[in-house]
């Protein structure tokens, strides 16, 4: 499912399953953390991540998950987490070209690159109205820093999403692109980045995260997400909302535990 290509310097990273919008299930998550390390082997000098299709990313493949027996902890805390703070981490520039839906996990790593540039056709937010779970990844650091506490569990509890341009306006990215050009707009930024000062972006990136992280707790706040989705995943909710998703029907809640 996972693409790696270097031209010039730079890796490009494909999530390449247009078919199910990209969604990302364990075997996809290893191999996206084996594309980085190959990219790092490499000593790329920037990195560009995209969605193959009309989504980046629609988050975690629920397709075949018995939620009575789903290891949340497991899948979030030992796969999600681990791969959003290697990506975080990335020893050079990176930069993200975003169309479609950019949902739960796929959130997560646009949260996670440098630089993300979406198209007027994004779709950011929080699904999990729908299924009886909590946003992850990450999710909400980023909302109620850069939309404050109100409109950031609006958005949660509507599962109302938001488009590119109404992101970009908000602060959650970095700029908004014609879908047609959105693409081209981040290889151009990304091969700029490889040429420049390497080492002086980087030391402003740990800068940066350092910042970030100092303030937004990110790190505990992810690691908070991961423990009310493993709790939630014994709910009668979590499990009508898995059964209504993967029998392509509406959810019927209960509001129970």
Same mark, same amino acid.
């Given at each position: 499912m996972i693409e790696l290509t270097i031209r010039d310097d730079v890796a490009h990273?494909?999530?390449n399953a247009p078919d199910k919008l990209n969604a990302l299930d364990a075997a996809a998550l290893s191999e996206l953390e084996a594309a980085y390390e190959t990219a790092e082997a490499a000593g790329v000098r920037a990195l560009v991540l995209r969605g193959e299709g009309r989504a980046f990313c629609a988050g975690r493949d629920i397709s075949g998950v018995d939620p009575r027996d789903d290891d949340v902890m497991g899948f979030l805390g030992g796969l999600v987490t681990p791969l959003l703070q290697r990506?975080?981490?990335?020893?050079a520039p990176t930069f993200a070209a975003a169309t479609g839906a950019c949902l739960g996990v796929g959130l997560g790593l646009l949260i996670a690159t440098d630089v993300v540039y979406v198209?007027?056709?994004a779709k950011i937010g929080s699904p999990f109205a729908n299924l009886g779970a909590t946003l992850d990844s990450g999710g909400h650091a980023l909302f109620v820093d850069r939309l404050g506490a109100?409109? +950031?569990?609006d958005l949660i509890y509507s599962g109302r999403l938001m488009s590119? *341009?109404?992101a970009v306006a908000a602060g959650l990215f970095s700029q908004v692109f014609p879908a047609d050009e959105v693409m081209d707009a981040t290889v151009r930024a990304a091969e700029r980045?490889?040429?420049? +000062?390497?080492?002086?972006?980087l030391a402003s990136k740990?800068?940066?995260? *350092?910042?970030?992280?100092?303030?937004?707790g990110l790190w505990q706040s992810v690691a908070a997400e991961n423990l009310a989705q493993a709790a939630l995943c014994d709910s009668?909710?979590?499990r009508e909302g898995f059964a209504a998703f993967q029998q392509k029907r509406k959810p019927a809640f209960s509001g129970r535990g």
């Open positions: 990273v494909v999530l990506m975080s981490a990335f020893p198209a007027d056709t109100h409109r +950031a569990l590119g *341009a109404e980045a490889a040429r420049g +000062a390497t080492q002086a972006f740990e800068l940066v995260r *350092a910042l970030r992280d100092d303030r937004l009668d909710d979590y």
